[in-house]
């Protein structure tokens, strides 16, 4: 079931890569939930698609490259390079980020953004921490 998750989760990079929405709500719980370390929650697939226009509307190109997938039960941790070039000017911004989705019954239900992927792998119970 994991590999399967890992594929679905693929999926949606080449939707948010191509901007099909309605690919990404097929793949979906219609109660799939993002939630942001800074900028809260942000629930329903119409939600979702507003956070991210709300994340790009700066730049005049935007990607996102999947580097690895890992899995672990029904969660798929991502780790990522947002790249983009805002539309003032010619600056590029390029980061490291990590995503964690949760799936249920080969649907999206919830998606965890972290800018550093050693807590995403915490999370994702992926990696145990030192107790200090």
Known sequence: MSQENVEIV?????????????????????DFVIHTQQQGSFRGPDAARRFVDARTGSFQRWTLEPRSFSDRDDR??????????LREGSTEIVLDIAHVWTLRDRALVSLH??????????FAGLLRRRRE
């Open 76 to 85: 798929v941790m991502v780790s990522l390079r947002s790249r983009g070039r």
């Open 113 to 122: 953004t972290f800018a550093r992927g050693a807590d995403a792998f915490e």
């Open 10 to 30: 693929r999926r949606v990079y080449g939707a948010l890569r191509r901007r099909d929405w309605d690919a990404l709500a097929q793949d979906a719980d219609s």
